[in-house]
């Protein structure tokens, strides 16, 4: 979505939401590589990178009617489901004993969690 929104985002947020969503777009495609290497890495095929891609992306008729604040709230609520399902990842690998993946999991949040704060940042009034 990020990659989607960056292209497609107008209006007076349009600089720092462009410029937001590539650094964030940028970061995510870095992680997807950083994370099918750790599951290959545990003995596990990858999923196809673009498999479910997508379920996630909004359809070009669904972003050509959505304001710049919409998008940055949709992205809010991406990012928070990120941590939820992250943070319970975690937790299991952590009592699985598998501390890379913990790490790695850690490192993902840091993102998400920072991506949270500076989305919100836009749209605070």
């Known amino acids: 979505k990020s990659h989607i929104y960056h292209w497609n985002v107008v ?34 095929l990858a999923p ?15 972003v050509d009617n959505t304001s710049a604040v919409d998008m940055v709230n949709d992205l809010i609520a991406h990012h928070e489901a990120s941590v939820r399902t992250m ?18 999991l850690t490192a993902r ?3 998400h969690e920072k991506a949270i704060w500076m989305l919100r940042a836009i749209v605070a009034s």
């Open 11 to 44: 209006g007076p947020l349009f600089k720092s939401l462009h410029e937001l969503t590539e650094e964030h777009y940028g970061a995510l495609f870095a992680a997807t590589d950083i994370v099918a290497e750790r599951i290959r890495a545990l003995g596990h």
């Open 48 to 62: 196809s990178p673009m498999g479910n891609a997508a379920d996630f992306a909004p359809a070009a008729k669904d």
């Open 87 to 104: 943070r319970e990842a975690a937790e299991k690998a952590g009592d699985a004993g598998d501390v890379v993946t913990e790490d790695m």
């Open 109 to 111: 949040l840091t993102f």
